[in-house]
Structure formats: C-alpha cells, structure tokens
C-alpha cells in the first residue's frame, strides 16, 4: 500500500481490514490527497476492479465521532452527503464514498473566460436553495453532545474566534499598537447584532466553496463536523464571502436577497432587519477566516492559504466602508484601512 509517509504499519493494517470487510477486496493501489487545513490524512484507495473510497486517518477521535453522526443524520433527511462505509473499532479511520475532485471553487474555474453571471450565479443559487435544508429541517435532530469545539455559536464562541484573529493575524501582519478599549468596544457592537438573533439552527460552520462537491451534476457537502447551534447568517457569510471565490460584491447582494427568499419557505423573517444584520456576521466570519489564514499560513508553515489575505481584506474593506454605518465599528474600520 502506497499511502503517505505518516501512515504507520498498524494504521495501514487497519484501513486494509475496512476496506476488505466493505469491498470484499485487497487495496492495489492508493493516492494521498490534500488535506488544506486538516490535520487528517485522506487517502483514495482503489482495488483490482477500479472500486474506491475515501480513507481517513485522524488522531483526534471526538472530530471524527461528530463527522460519523452528523453525515449519517445528514443521509437520513436526504441530503447529499458522503456514506460512512465502515469505522475502525477506536474511530480512529473510516471510509467514506468517493465524491471525486470537483469542488464547487474548482468549478467556478472551469470557464474563466465567463462572467460569475454566467457561470456561477446558478450554481450558487442551488446551493442556497439547499442550506436551509441543513440549518433548519435537519438541525432539528442533530446530536449536539458531539459538538467538540462549541455546542453554540454564542458569546464564548465570538471571544474565541477574536481572540483567534488577534494572535493570529493581527499579532502577525498589523504594526501598529492595539487601543484594547476601542477594539473591545467594536466587538461588543458586533456581539449585540448576533447575539439578539436566534441561535437554534444548526450553523455548519464552514459552509464554503471547498467544501461542495459536484459530481453526475449533483452537489454533496462535506466537512460539517465542526458544526453547532447558531444563528442563520453566519453561514451565508461563510459562502458569499469565502476569499478564493471571488464572487463579485454585486452577485452577493442578489444572493443575499435569494437566500432570505428561500428562507421564507422555512420560517418567517424581517428580511430588512436580516440583511442590515448579515454585514456584521460577515465581518466575523471574516476575522475568524483571517486567524486561520494566519495559524495555517505562518504558524503551520503552509504558505498556500497567505494567497487569501489580500481578498479577505478587500472584503473586509469595503463591508466596512460601504455596508455599516460610519457611527459603527470605527476603530476596527480604521485598522484595515491601515492594512489595505
């Protein structure tokens, strides 16, 4: 077996048993993907007859115990998601079905001759048309004893993520002194917005381009195990402001009103009072991508995910300066005017 140098004999001898018990075959051969932020090892083993799957290799036995639950909730409401094929007596690997290699960020990169207009706007909207189905029908079963960072996306989970940020990113890329008074203040005002909204659905968490598979022109979600309680927009934001996707600011605000009309086959909303709100989720969502794109970029020393910055904080920018009022966040638009 030809699986990455980390995979020891005694893994490799765990994985060979799954995929013999479900295949009722040896591997021949087998080819290690990219894991991007993951600490997991992802293999695609494949035997005699072509037949594959996905084997995941990952010490931290509580991420896998929620990715196990949630996807096979997640296939009982009828939603696309990978089949748990067979689990390792200590959950320690498992197999899973093979999506392939088509993200929807891959896809968007088919036509790059094509405007996001024509390419990209209806594969988003069939998206949106889907994560109600995660966040509100399916939510209501989920086992949230298994979410191992956050049960809720509350005010510890904000702290977390800003603190995150800020030794991340801004300890790394910012230097000038931090007025720690005016910051506090500027997060208390986005805490206000998101803590008022319900926070009873299932937020997904990292609901974004590469972490949406197409395959035989359908779409399968992956990913959803950091998932917890929350309120509904932050995962649009997740979407609509992932860096690498580049969709244009105007494509977003037709998405964003998209997203609130779908809603309103689920449940009812102020859709004025929804979309003054969504700014401050995405800011957030922004902060958290930047502290990741710091810890995974100069801390884990993977140089790929540095490539966002310069998007996440045009993003940032221009939410600030253009979609909250200039009475709010002052401080916070100060730094990154200074960083633009």
Known sequence: MNAADSVNTKTETILQQLYKNHFGSDIKNSQ?????????????????????????INSHIAENKAFISFAKHFRSAGLNIPEIYNVSDDTSCYLMEDLGDTTLLIELGKNPDKSFSENGTELYKKV??????????????????????????GEKNIDYDVNYFMNNFLSNFYKGKINGALFTDDIEQIKNIILQMRRDFFL??????????????????????????GPLLYDLASLLYDARAKIPQNERELLIDYYLDVLDNYIKTDKNEMKENFWYFAVIRILQAMGAYGFLGIVKGKSKFLESVPYALENINFILNNRIDNSKLSYLRGIFNELI
């Open 128 to 153: 949106i048309n889907i994560l109600p189905e995660f966040q509100i029908n399916a939510g209501k079963g989920i086992d949230y004893s298994l979410c191992y960072q956050f049960r809720e996306f």
């Open 32 to 56: 290690p993907l990219t894991a991007h932020g993951s600490d997991r090892i992802i293999i695609r083993l494949h035997n005699e007859t072509g037949s594959s799957c996905i084997g995941i």
């Open 204 to 229: 997904y968490r990292d609901f974004q381009s590469r972490n949406i598979m197409l395959k035989d022109e359908k779409m399968y979600f992956i990913d959803f195990q950091s998932g917890r309680k």
